[in-house]
T-cell receptor, first 116, second 112 residues
């Protein structure tokens, strides 16, 4: 069975600095997708970034980038130039849809606080 | 576009009562899902649908029922509420299963 592990329950970072959130996963499938979602205090879930497993190039989205290591089954999120609005829970998620079965597995989340 | 809407925002039920959480989307998405979010456990998939008339179970389906008669609506029914179903429930939709999911604002349900 697939699992997603986020080993850092809480982190903090100074405004304008860089922080990396870790995520590891376990799967025997070769084709899957990985996501980072952000959940601010408003509770609204928002996609931060998405990575296709078949792509070797790491995804980037403005100040957000990932370090995708397929062999190590690692998918970390780097936030550069942290802003106060980045304060939120961050969830790593694994998705596969092989054999007609749809699996979407979330990690337990990392609570990030950006300090002024 | 309203995106994904959920009603109600808050609900308190007594053990044994039944109710339906409503979810609707106006983006013509084929894929819709229901999750529950519990402290320290992330989001867990309850049921999902890949199109009108097609539903399947997720990770934690027991005690819940779904149907999908239209593309827009995907209600979640609690058959006989139990305190273990106290949670925040999110509905989500996406264009395809590997695309971004758009989430509703959530429903906080308390079962006493």
């Amino acid at each position: 069975a697939q699992t997603v592990t986020q080993s850092q329950p809480e982190m903090s970072v100074q405004e304008a600095e860089t922080v990396t959130l870790s995520c590891t996963y376990d799967t025997s499938e070769s084709n899957y997708y990985l996501f980072w979602y952000k959940q601010p205090p408003s509770r609204q879930m928002i996609l931060v970034i998405r990575q296709e497993a078949y792509k070797q190039q790491n995804a980037t989205e403005n100040r957000f980038s990932v370090n995708f290591q397929k062999a190590a089954k690692s998918f970390s999120l780097k936030i550069s130039d942290s802003q106060l609005g980045d304060t939120a829970m961050y969830f790593c998620a694994f998705m596969s849809g092989t054999s007609g079965t749809y699996k979407y597995i979330f990690g337990t989340g990392t609570r990030l606080k950006v300090l002024a | 576009n309203a995106g994904v809407t959920q009603t109600p925002k808050f609900q308190v039920l007594k053990t044994g009562q039944s109710m339906t959480l409503q979810c609707a989307q106006d983006m013509n998405h084929e894929y819709m899902s229901w999750y529950r979010q519990d402290p320290g456990m992330g989001l867990r998939l309850i049921h999902y649908s890949v199109g009108a008339g097609i539903t399947d179970q997720g990770e934690v389906p027991n005690g819940y029922n779904v149907s999908r008669s239209t593309t827009e609506d995907f209600p979640l029914r609690l058959l006989s509420a139990a305190p273990s179903q106290t949670s925040v429930y999110f509905c989500a939709s996406s264009y395809g299963y590997y695309y971004e999911q758009y989430f509703g604002p959530g429903t906080r349900l308390t079962v006493t």
